[in-house]
């Protein structure tokens, strides 16, 4: 929350000395909208969507989640005109962006290639849930990763995310930080960029 894609980027840049890039694929950091935002008590900040708390055990604000799902929505259309197929796209963020990309896959984009998500969770009565108990599809894969010293969002939220979805179908893994808290390391971008690169292996022929 409160941070913007300029910012996750550079913060990423410092944690590896250098920027997380791929001479095949496209790396894009969206920002959030500004909003107020109700754990703040209703303060302005960019954030996906609106909270009634920072808690797994609350309604979701659905309403504030699907209008971002539509904008992002766009953000994908936009890029597959551009050429770029959707098996060959993946979606993920840190804490607020990756509860907000596990909402845009498995309720409207469930032919993705992926999705990783970084301290994040999704509340217990989730639309995410809901939407999986009737699916049949193949689900995108889950790379998950969070620190056990998370003190924002829980390590336990995150684990019971983790095994909601695998009980739905959904392919995942789970890479345990001891002592991170609510925060990046380098190992876990490590993973993931390796994660990143089976998902979008360079196909013959091709370097874009």
């Not at 699916?135 to 909601?164: I, R």
Request: charged residues 20%; aromatic residues 10%; neutral net charge.
């Amino acid at each position: 929350t409160g941070d913007t894609g300029r910012g996750a980027r550079t913060w990423i840049k410092q944690i590896l000395n250098e920027d997380m890039a791929f001479q095949h694929i496209k790396v894009i950091y969206p920002t959030a909208p500004a909003r107020p935002y109700t754990p703040m008590k209703g303060a302005t900040s960019t954030v996906w969507f609106d909270r009634y708390k920072v808690s797994n055990d609350c309604p979701e604000h659905i309403e504030s989640i699907d209008s971002m799902c539509q904008e992002l929505t766009d953000l994908i259309n936009y890029e597959m005109k551009s050429g770029i197929r959707k098996n060959r796209i993946l979606i993920g963020g840190f804490s607020m962006g990756g509860g907000m990309a596990m909402h845009l896959a498995y309720r409207f984009h469930q032919d993705l290639a992926g999705v990783f998500v970084l301290s994040s969770f999704l509340n217990k009565d989730s639309a995410v849930y809901e939407a999986l108990k009737s699916n049949e599809s193949v689900l995108p894969e889950l790379f998950q990763c969070h620190g056990t010293a998370d003190q924002l969002v829980l390590y336990s939220w995150g684990e019971e995310t983790n095994k909601m979805l695998k009980s739905l179908g959904v392919s995942t893994s789970l890479h345990t930080f001891p002592n991170l808290n609510h925060e990046l390391n380098r190992t876990e971008i490590e993973e993931l960029k390796t994660w990143i690169l089976k998902k979008l292996p360079i196909e013959a022929g091709k370097s874009n």
